[in-house]
């Protein structure tokens, strides 16, 4: 829906074919962390406006057992936040809204094979999974744990990225309380995910630490973690964006945020085209894309084998470059302005 209302935007007709029914993809019960790039896309497509979403201003990124931590603050980039998180199915219900509003074709319950793209000049496929024998595979070995937790204090709008010997914790700020992602083990997931509530926040606390008491838990779902990267993402007269071309770890919250980074680069390219599927367009396209692509997949894949063992001269290591981190305003401006806009650090 973001690509064709993108599209739209630059003059470009396209419609939408959807394997689920139109009301199915919009219980989609995630939590999304939107980068203020990832905000700025969603303004320009009409489907900001009106969305409830809880703003990041600080990230705090640690690690237990060891030294040293980094705060990425907003007010340092000049900026009201970092991010944005909200509920996956409203922006969903804002990105149908406006597509519905554009005369935007949409064909749902209509799955899309190879042949039926030859009345076509150009197949984007913008969903699913980067498929086997096209890319790069890695299976991490994990889960990821979801639930919303209540707190016994105000969040002040600040995001944690704890890293532990048992996987990464992050706590985004949501409404009132925290939208949480608990990393565990293949073997444990199960067990984790059966807990009654009391026992899950006594293991997310201990996992976590003590700078937040949690109060209140919501049911969990959990998704395994792996890395899928389709290294070119164009074909004949075909392109891959989103889940289809890459999906990531979740420990840098980049995934949706590099797709509509995919998006915009896209949209400007075909926009400027005679023929949006002419190999050279699409060839352009691609090569735009290669540095924030490898990047965010080559930060995301750094964090988990660097804070993945807990060795403590690497522990220690690791404690060191956090706090030079800190120290070197320049240093955490590029990180925080990498996360936002990507590789090109735009605007």
């Known amino acids: 829906m973001a690509l064709a209302l993108a599209l739209r935007l630059h003059g470009v007709s396209a419609e939408i074919f959807e394997a689920r029914e139109r009301a199915a993809v919009r219980n989609d019960q995630r939590v999304l962390a939107l980068s203020e790039g990832s905000r700025q896309i969603l303004d320009w497509l009409g489907a900001w406006s009106g969305l409830s979403a809880t703003a990041i201003e600080t990230i705090h990124i640690s690690q237990r057992g060891g030294f040293g931590r ?17 509920p996956a199915r409203d922006l969903i219900v804002a990105l149908d809204a406006a597509a519905a509003n554009s005369g935007i074709v949409y064909r749902e319950s209509a799955r899309v094979g190879a042949g039926d793209t030859a009345n076509f000049s150009l197949t984007a496929w913008a969903e699913g999974m980067v498929e086997p024998g096209a890319g790069t595979r890695r299976d991490y070995g994990q ?10 204090g105000p ?21 009132e309380g925290y939208s949480v992602v608990l990393t565990c083990d293949d073997a444990i997931v199960d067990e984790v995910r059966s807990l009654d509530d009391a026992a899950f ?26 890395l899928r990267f389709r290294p070119d993402p164009v074909g004949a007269r075909q392109v891959w964006l989103g889940n289809a071309a890459q999906t990531l ?7 949706f945020n590099l797709a509509l980074r995919d998006i915009w680069q896209l949209a400007r390219q075909l926009g400027a085209a005679t023929d949006p599927g002419a190999p050279e367009v699409l060839a352009g396209y691609a090569r735009g894309r290669r540095a924030d692509r490898r990047g965010a997949i080559a930060f995301t894949d750094l964090l ?7 060795f403590a001269p690497l522990r220690h290591v690791r ?21 936002i806009y990507g590789a090109r650090a735009w605007p």
Not at 143 to 152: F, Y
Not at 159 to 164: P, Y
Not at 167 to 172: K, Q, S
């Open 304 to 310: 988990i084998d660097g804070f993945a063992s807990d």
């Open 70 to 86: 980094t705060l990425l603050c907003a007010s340092e980039l000049g900026l009201d936040a970092l991010g944005w998180v909200l």
């Open 201 to 226: 926040l006594v293991l997310l606390q201990r996992r976590f630490g003590n700078r937040h008491r949690f109060v209140s838990a919501t049911p969990r779902v959990s998704y395994p973690l792996g």
């Open 155 to 175: 969040h002040g709008n600040v995001a944690w990225e704890r890293f532990t010997g048992e996987g990464p914790v992050a706590l985004l700020p949501l409404g």
């Open 319 to 339: 404690g060191a470059g956090l706090l030079a981190m800190d120290m070197v305003p320049e240093l955490r401006g590029f990180v925080a302005k990498r996360m």
């Open 249 to 255: 770890h979740p420990v840098a919250g980049q995934g």
């Open 143 to 152: 889960h990821a744990v979801l639930c919303n937790v209540g707190i016994d």
